[in-house]
């Protein structure tokens, strides 16, 4: 819900897709296998860090301008880390990240939501989707991913999403 509120608010100060700004290079890698470009790499560690109390958070400056406030709760296997965007995706509206990360125990992923439709994020990302989720599994030498590691989906609050998860 309160992507969606999210997504509503930048809608209200006339934030277009046209005038946001594009996250295409640093979620390229969500595309091949799930990969983290660097500057996805260091920010998901500083998040991390940021979540036990040993560092700050370091916004790459290519999407400063996108990133929103992170807020990170603090669940009793996992620190859940939610973050509005302002910015795009090869062309639709992203309204969020959420990140999964594990305290010890292999639990470790993100979702990248959309201020979209779920069939335009399907038709945008549906192919993809799959290439990156059969990359995924094709290097997966120890058996312990599947098909749902990768996928597009709705929220339980109907907000359409790009899944990776690596928990392991």
């Known amino acids: 819900m309160r992507s969606v509120a999210f997504a509503a608010l930048a809608f209200l100060a006339g934030i ?19 990969e983290m470009s660097k500057d996805f790499t260091d920010f998901t560690q500083s ?12 916004v790459p400056s290519q999407v400063r301008d996108a990133i929103g406030t992170a807020r990170i709760s603090d669940g009793v296997d996992h620190y859940l880390i939610s973050i509005p965007v302002t910015a795009t995706w090869k062309g639709l509206s992203v309204s969020g990240i959420t990140f999964f990360l594990g305290k010890g125990n292999g639990i470790y992923g993100w979702q990248v939501l959309f201020a ?20 995924l599994l094709q290097h997966d030498q120890m058996e312990a991913f599947s098909a749902d590691n990768v996928k597009i989906g709705v929220t339980p609050e109907r907000v359409p999403y790009f899944l990776c998860d690596l928990s392991t």
Request: with cysteine.
């Open 16 to 34: 277009t897709a046209a005038d946001a700004q594009s996250l295409d290079g640093f979620l390229s890698g969500m595309l091949k296998g799930c």
């Open 47 to 58: 998040l991390a860090d940021e979540a036990v109390g040993q560092g700050k958070i370091r």
């Open 116 to 135: 979209a439709t779920p069939a335009d994020v399907d038709k945008t990302f549906g192919a993809d989707a799959k290439r990156s989720r059969q990359i």
